[in-house]
Protein backbone atom coordinates (compact mmCIF):
# COMPACT_ATOMS: atom_id res chain seq x y z
CA UNK A 1 0.00 0.00 0.00
CA UNK A 2 1.27 3.08 -1.02
CA UNK A 3 2.38 6.11 1.31
CA UNK A 4 3.15 9.98 0.74
CA UNK A 5 5.25 11.55 3.76
CA UNK A 6 3.54 15.45 4.15
CA UNK A 7 5.18 17.98 6.51
CA UNK A 8 3.73 21.55 6.98
CA UNK A 9 6.33 23.77 8.59
CA UNK A 10 7.89 20.76 10.56
CA UNK A 11 4.39 19.21 11.51
CA UNK A 12 5.00 15.70 9.44
CA UNK A 13 1.92 13.26 8.42
CA UNK A 14 2.12 10.15 6.80
CA UNK A 15 -1.21 10.38 4.18
CA UNK A 16 -2.79 7.66 2.65
CA UNK A 17 -4.95 7.54 -0.24
CA UNK A 18 -7.84 5.32 1.16
CA UNK A 19 -10.94 5.82 -1.10
CA UNK A 20 -11.06 1.85 -1.44
CA UNK A 21 -11.50 2.00 1.60
CA UNK A 22 -8.39 -0.82 2.05
CA UNK A 23 -7.37 0.58 5.71
CA UNK A 24 -8.83 -1.05 8.72
CA UNK A 25 -9.24 2.01 10.76
CA UNK A 26 -9.62 -0.06 13.90
CA UNK A 27 -6.03 -1.19 14.21
CA UNK A 28 -4.73 1.43 16.13
CA UNK A 29 -1.76 -0.48 17.23
CA UNK A 30 -0.75 -0.49 13.66
CA UNK A 31 -1.09 3.24 13.32
CA UNK A 32 0.56 4.12 15.99
CA UNK A 33 3.40 1.55 15.12
CA UNK A 34 3.76 3.73 11.80
CA UNK A 35 3.73 6.75 13.26
CA UNK A 36 6.85 5.52 15.62
CA UNK A 37 10.31 7.05 14.71
CA UNK A 38 12.19 4.02 15.56
CA UNK A 39 9.70 1.10 14.38
CA UNK A 40 7.99 2.98 11.38
CA UNK A 41 7.66 5.28 9.21
CA UNK A 42 7.88 8.45 11.75
CA UNK A 43 5.25 11.05 12.08
CA UNK A 44 2.99 13.46 14.18
CA UNK A 45 0.01 11.96 12.56
CA UNK A 46 -1.96 9.39 10.14
CA UNK A 47 -4.64 10.60 7.80
CA UNK A 48 -6.96 8.82 5.54
CA UNK A 49 -8.13 10.75 2.13
CA UNK A 50 -11.57 9.00 1.46
CA UNK A 51 -14.51 9.95 -0.76
CA UNK A 52 -17.43 11.99 0.87
CA UNK A 53 -20.69 12.23 -1.38
CA UNK A 54 -21.41 15.88 -1.12
CA UNK A 55 -18.20 17.17 -1.06
CA UNK A 56 -14.36 16.66 -2.44
CA UNK A 57 -13.22 14.10 -0.36
CA UNK A 58 -13.11 13.30 3.61
CA UNK A 59 -10.28 14.21 6.27
CA UNK A 60 -9.60 11.40 8.88
CA UNK A 61 -7.18 11.86 11.06
CA UNK A 62 -5.66 10.22 13.64
CA UNK A 63 -2.85 11.19 16.48
CA UNK A 64 1.01 9.43 16.70
CA UNK A 65 -0.64 7.32 19.30
CA UNK A 66 -2.83 5.73 16.38
CA UNK A 67 -6.34 7.01 18.42
CA UNK A 68 -8.68 9.20 16.09
CA UNK A 69 -8.64 12.91 17.32
CA UNK A 70 -10.13 16.45 16.89
CA UNK A 71 -8.84 18.61 14.13
CA UNK A 72 -5.43 19.14 13.14
CA UNK A 73 -4.54 22.58 11.33
CA UNK A 74 -1.15 21.56 9.85
CA UNK A 75 -2.46 18.26 8.31
CA UNK A 76 -5.58 19.90 6.71
CA UNK A 77 -3.45 21.84 4.55
CA UNK A 78 -1.11 18.91 3.81
CA UNK A 79 -3.96 16.70 3.15
CA UNK A 80 -5.53 19.52 0.61
CA UNK A 81 -1.27 19.85 -1.11
CA UNK A 82 -2.04 15.41 -1.40
CA UNK A 83 -5.60 16.22 -2.85
CA UNK A 84 -4.32 18.34 -5.50
CA UNK A 85 -1.38 16.05 -6.17
CA UNK A 86 -4.26 13.10 -6.75
CA UNK A 87 -5.84 15.58 -9.16
CA UNK A 88 -9.10 15.36 -7.30
CA UNK A 89 -8.99 18.85 -6.70
CA UNK A 90 -7.37 22.04 -8.98
CA UNK A 91 -6.52 24.96 -6.78
CA UNK A 92 -9.44 25.44 -4.52
CA UNK A 93 -11.72 22.79 -2.59
CA UNK A 94 -14.44 21.85 -0.16
CA UNK A 95 -13.74 18.51 2.29
CA UNK A 96 -15.22 17.37 5.51
CA UNK A 97 -13.44 16.93 8.97
CA UNK A 98 -14.12 15.62 12.17
CA UNK A 99 -15.22 19.19 13.29
CA UNK A 100 -16.83 20.00 10.34
CA UNK A 101 -16.60 22.00 6.45
CA UNK A 102 -13.56 23.48 5.78
CA UNK A 103 -12.39 25.82 2.31
CA UNK A 104 -9.16 25.96 1.10
CA UNK A 105 -7.21 27.04 -1.43
CA UNK A 106 -3.71 26.47 -2.53
CA UNK A 107 -1.07 29.13 -3.88
CA UNK A 108 2.16 27.30 -5.21
CA UNK A 109 3.18 25.68 -2.09
CA UNK A 110 1.38 27.77 0.14
CA UNK A 111 -2.37 26.52 1.61
CA UNK A 112 -4.88 29.04 2.31
CA UNK A 113 -6.97 26.74 5.30
CA UNK A 114 -10.23 28.12 6.61
CA UNK A 115 -10.91 27.11 9.96
CA UNK A 116 -14.08 27.15 11.78
CA UNK A 117 -15.65 29.81 13.93
CA UNK A 118 -14.88 30.55 17.87
CA UNK A 119 -17.36 32.42 19.88
CA UNK A 120 -16.04 31.47 23.05
CA UNK A 121 -12.16 32.08 24.57
CA UNK A 122 -11.92 31.72 28.18
CA UNK A 123 -9.30 34.05 30.03
CA UNK A 124 -7.66 32.94 33.22
CA UNK A 125 -5.06 34.89 35.40
CA UNK A 126 -2.50 33.12 33.55
CA UNK A 127 -3.45 31.73 30.43
CA UNK A 128 -6.79 31.31 28.10
CA UNK A 129 -8.48 28.62 26.78
CA UNK A 130 -10.02 27.68 23.15
CA UNK A 131 -11.06 25.41 20.76
CA UNK A 132 -10.13 25.69 17.30
CA UNK A 133 -11.36 22.69 16.09
CA UNK A 134 -8.69 21.24 19.26
CA UNK A 135 -8.84 22.39 22.62
CA UNK A 136 -5.81 24.88 23.62
CA UNK A 137 -4.49 26.18 26.42
CA UNK A 138 -2.60 29.34 25.74
CA UNK A 139 0.17 30.71 28.35
CA UNK A 140 3.09 33.79 27.72
CA UNK A 141 5.96 32.72 28.68
CA UNK A 142 9.42 35.23 28.97
CA UNK A 143 11.68 33.18 27.83
CA UNK A 144 10.42 30.77 25.20
CA UNK A 145 13.70 29.37 24.08
CA UNK A 146 14.45 28.24 27.56
CA UNK A 147 11.42 27.27 28.40
CA UNK A 148 10.79 23.47 29.11
CA UNK A 149 7.97 22.76 27.06
CA UNK A 150 7.75 18.67 27.12
CA UNK A 151 7.85 19.16 31.04
CA UNK A 152 5.91 21.64 31.80
CA UNK A 153 3.08 21.13 28.91
CA UNK A 154 2.59 17.68 30.40
CA UNK A 155 1.52 19.05 33.86
CA UNK A 156 -0.73 21.33 31.86
CA UNK A 157 -2.39 18.84 29.26
CA UNK A 158 -2.54 16.11 32.20
CA UNK A 159 -3.72 18.53 35.05
CA UNK A 160 -6.91 19.91 36.08
CA UNK A 161 -9.12 21.26 35.17
CA UNK A 162 -8.77 19.55 31.34
CA UNK A 163 -8.02 16.28 33.35
CA UNK A 164 -8.60 12.66 31.46
CA UNK A 165 -10.13 14.12 27.74
CA UNK A 166 -6.50 16.45 28.42
CA UNK A 167 -5.94 19.47 25.86
CA UNK A 168 -3.18 21.13 23.71
CA UNK A 169 -0.74 23.06 25.30
CA UNK A 170 0.74 26.46 23.66
CA UNK A 171 3.38 28.82 25.41
CA UNK A 172 4.14 32.75 23.46
CA UNK A 173 6.22 35.01 23.82
CA UNK A 174 5.00 38.38 21.66
CA UNK A 175 8.07 39.13 19.31
CA UNK A 176 6.26 42.57 17.47
CA UNK A 177 3.26 43.67 17.87
CA UNK A 178 1.93 41.46 14.87
CA UNK A 179 3.85 38.58 15.09
CA UNK A 180 4.80 36.03 18.64
CA UNK A 181 7.09 33.08 18.85
CA UNK A 182 5.14 29.65 19.54
CA UNK A 183 5.71 26.50 21.10
CA UNK A 184 2.90 23.40 20.99
CA UNK A 185 2.97 20.43 23.44
CA UNK A 186 0.66 18.23 21.67
CA UNK A 187 -1.77 15.31 22.87
CA UNK A 188 -1.45 12.41 21.31
CA UNK A 189 1.59 13.03 20.09
CA UNK A 190 2.50 13.48 24.11
CA UNK A 191 5.68 15.89 22.91
CA UNK A 192 6.61 19.08 21.35
CA UNK A 193 5.98 18.94 17.83
CA UNK A 194 7.80 21.63 15.72
CA UNK A 195 4.52 23.63 14.54
CA UNK A 196 0.97 23.11 14.71
CA UNK A 197 -2.01 24.90 13.02
CA UNK A 198 -4.99 24.47 15.37
CA UNK A 199 -2.36 26.18 18.28
CA UNK A 200 -1.50 28.77 16.00
CA UNK A 201 -4.78 29.74 15.50
CA UNK A 202 -5.60 29.14 18.98
CA UNK A 203 -2.57 31.82 19.63
CA UNK A 204 -3.23 34.24 16.85
CA UNK A 205 -6.85 34.61 18.55
CA UNK A 206 -6.37 34.74 21.84
CA UNK A 207 -3.28 37.89 21.98
CA UNK A 208 -6.52 39.35 19.71
CA UNK A 209 -8.84 38.67 22.60
CA UNK A 210 -6.84 39.99 25.27
CA UNK A 211 -5.41 43.09 23.64
CA UNK A 212 -1.86 42.38 23.14
CA UNK A 213 -2.38 42.87 19.20
CA UNK A 214 -4.77 44.50 17.54
CA UNK A 215 -4.38 43.11 14.28
CA UNK A 216 -6.13 40.73 12.31
CA UNK A 217 -2.74 39.51 9.98
CA UNK A 218 -0.66 37.82 12.62
CA UNK A 219 2.58 35.94 12.19
CA UNK A 220 3.54 32.99 13.88
CA UNK A 221 6.92 31.89 14.35
CA UNK A 222 7.12 28.02 15.41
CA UNK A 223 10.35 26.00 15.42
CA UNK A 224 9.48 24.75 11.62
CA UNK A 225 8.97 27.51 10.02
CA UNK A 226 6.28 31.09 10.00
CA UNK A 227 2.91 30.51 9.84
CA UNK A 228 -0.10 33.18 9.19
CA UNK A 229 -3.22 33.37 10.48
CA UNK A 230 -6.00 36.22 9.48
CA UNK A 231 -9.50 36.39 10.73
CA UNK A 232 -12.69 38.61 11.26
CA UNK A 233 -13.93 39.44 14.91
CA UNK A 234 -17.49 41.33 16.35
CA UNK A 235 -19.10 40.97 18.92
CA UNK A 236 -19.69 37.58 18.41
CA UNK A 237 -16.04 35.97 18.03
CA UNK A 238 -14.39 35.24 15.52
CA UNK A 239 -15.02 34.35 12.14
CA UNK A 240 -13.53 33.88 7.89
CA UNK A 241 -10.09 32.38 10.03
CA UNK A 242 -7.46 31.21 7.89
CA UNK A 243 -4.52 29.19 8.57
CA UNK A 244 -1.47 29.85 5.88
CA UNK A 245 1.72 28.19 5.14
CA UNK A 246 3.34 25.95 3.51
CA UNK A 247 2.67 22.11 3.06
CA UNK A 248 5.23 19.71 1.17
CA UNK A 249 5.10 16.20 -0.13
CA UNK A 250 8.43 14.98 1.34
CA UNK A 251 8.77 10.98 0.13
CA UNK A 252 6.42 8.35 -0.78
CA UNK A 253 6.71 4.51 0.34
CA UNK A 254 4.86 1.20 0.47
CA UNK A 255 3.01 0.09 4.17
CA UNK A 256 2.96 -3.50 4.65
CA UNK A 257 -0.16 -3.43 6.56
Not at 93 to 116: N, P, Y
Not at 133 to 140: D, L, Y
Amino acid sequence: MTFYKYQGTGNDFVIVDNRLQLIDKKDTKRIATICDRRFGVGADGFILLENDDNVDFKMVYYNADGNESSMCGNGGRCIVAFAKFLGIIENETEFIAIDGLHKARVEDDWVHLQMQGVSTIDSYDNHLFLNTGSPHHVEIVSDLKAFEVKSNGAKIRYGKPYNEAGTNVNFVTQLESDCFAVRTYERGVEDETLSCGTGVTAVALAMHKSGKTKADIIKLETEGGELKVTFSSNEDGYNNIWLVGPAQQVFKGELVW
